[in-house]
DNA sequence: GGTAAATGCATAGCTTGCTATGTAATATAT
DNA sequence: ATATATTACATAGCAAGCTATGCATTTACC
């Protein structure tokens, strides 16, 4: 009895993700990184400083989420967290600086798997890929908070 | 200082995927459901059964994480577990009489999804579209596991 | 027929995501 | 000035994904 797949726009967006989330992971465990650390890695890799909020806005992430992210990344000395003097309410967070020497090293190898992933598209191809994502991100936040 | 975006492939389909599941596990929540129970769902909406293996072979993901998701629809009253007769390890699955009769509804649910997310493309666009998910995730399994 | 290999599922422990809610600090409004 | 709002972050608890490993059970091989 075949399994009946359904092979929606949903499930092969979920598929994809989760296979380069698995290929990334895999390349980034000798550097005892993780996927979830990379948008960070990329806000900060500019050797400045960004508060929480920021970071999670920059990432598309909820705020709690983005907590525990930098949770773990202070657990393992990645990020230098600094109380605000004038808003005692706010952190400023930024690499340490054995985390922005390995910042060059980190883009390589994300860019190696995207490369990878896009290997069986041309450039025109590429390009409908990518604005198609734009357009269903989009299209899916107006769904999830029409407000915007 | 505005946040410089590293708006990669990877990061883009790891958004809209958050997207997917986010919309749909809203609209699913009236019936107290989540966007894992899916595949599952599809797989079994015909009535019949299938092993823990055949689910997570079709729904793509590993066996310990099936094993979890059909532990929740247990405990939320939506699968039979029958144990094989014959071979003693192993468990047949299926929908119990009320998750069977909600398949359609979360059929229509998940197609609506579906169309809201492509919305803003055409019907060429979609197709690309679905074409390169199809081709990215090939690529990737590909490189998670060369032996395939 | 007994050992070894393979198979199917379970368990442990982690990450990355979410919602809901709490708390302290700051800003606003009467 | 005080009560109320808002803001920034923390915490709790869960879902859905992963790897690594264990445990029965069945198959395969001498």
């Known amino acids: ?17 989760r296979l380069f989330a698995r290929v990334i992971d895999r390349k980034l465990k000798p550097l005892a990184l993780g996927s979830g650390y990379l948008p960070v890695f990329f806000a900060l890799s500019d ?8 970071l ?3 990432a598309d992430i909820e705020q709690p989420t983005m907590a525990a992210t930098l949770n773990r990344m202070d657990r393992d000395g990645l990020i230098i967290r600094e109380k605000d003097q004038n808003d005692r309410r706010i952190t400023h967070i930024r690499l340490s600086d054995s985390a922005l020497a390995h910042a060059a090293q980190i883009k390589t190898i994300v860019d190696q798997v ?21 357009k269903v991100t989009a299209a899916l936040s107006q769904a999830d908070d029409p407000s915007k």
């Open 114 to 134: 995207n490369e990878t992933a896009l290997s069986g598209l041309n450039s025109q191809e590429r390009q409908v890929f990518l604005e198609a994502l734009t």
């Open 47 to 54: 050797g400045g400083s960004r508060t929480q909020k920021e």
């Open 1 to 17: 009895m075949p399994l009946t797949r359904h092979k929606s726009a949903g499930y092969m967006t979920n598929w994809a993700a």
């Open 56 to 58: 999670a806005l920059g």
